[in-house]
């Protein structure tokens, strides 16, 4: 397999993110990419909060709240010995995905599913499905 310029890793902070993160620096250790990127992305809040919450304001908790959804993952890659970077996105999981797997020019994305299925599966949504719906790279699921 070619060396590939980049993994992106779209995490929240949850176990399964965790080990998505851990997956992505096994492959990185085995020399199969260069960079590692770590996304998370929050929910759009615009709308009828934006009439009474200021963009300044809306802006800081996306970015307050990446930077939790971030951490652990930040935390794994420097024990790991690794720098990096990160990314907060907003807006709709895989097409926040899909246009930094486009501007990073990765190879891969990594994330971590909690496998739900059937009618938890389609009450709840996916976004390992919405990711995989939007990217053009392959797409690693980390259970």
């Known amino acids: ?35 590692l990127h770590l996304l998370n992305v929050q929910p759009n809040l615009g709308g009828a909060i934006s009439t009474f919450v200021s963009k300044e304001q809306i802006d ?11 951490a652990t993952a930040v935390e794994i890659s420097k024990k790991a010995g690794v720098a990096a970077k990160v990314h907060i996105g907003v807006g709709r999981q895989g097409e926040v995905a899909s246009d ?30 919405d990711v995989i719906a939007h990217v053009k790279v392959p797409v690693t699921l980390v259970k």
């Open 100 to 129: 930094f797997v486009t501007k990073l020019g990765a190879g891969l994305v990594v994330i971590g599913t909690r496998g739900h299925t059937g009618l938890a599966g389609v009450l709840l949504g996916s976004v390992a499905q």
């Open 60 to 70: 800081t908790h996306h970015r307050e709240e990446g930077h939790k959804g971030l």
């Open 1 to 35: 397999m070619a060396k590939m310029k980049a993994i992106l890793v779209a995490v929240d902070g949850s176990d399964t993110s965790d080990r998505a993160v851990r997956h992505a620096l096994d492959l990185i250790e085995a020399g199969l990419a260069a960079e």
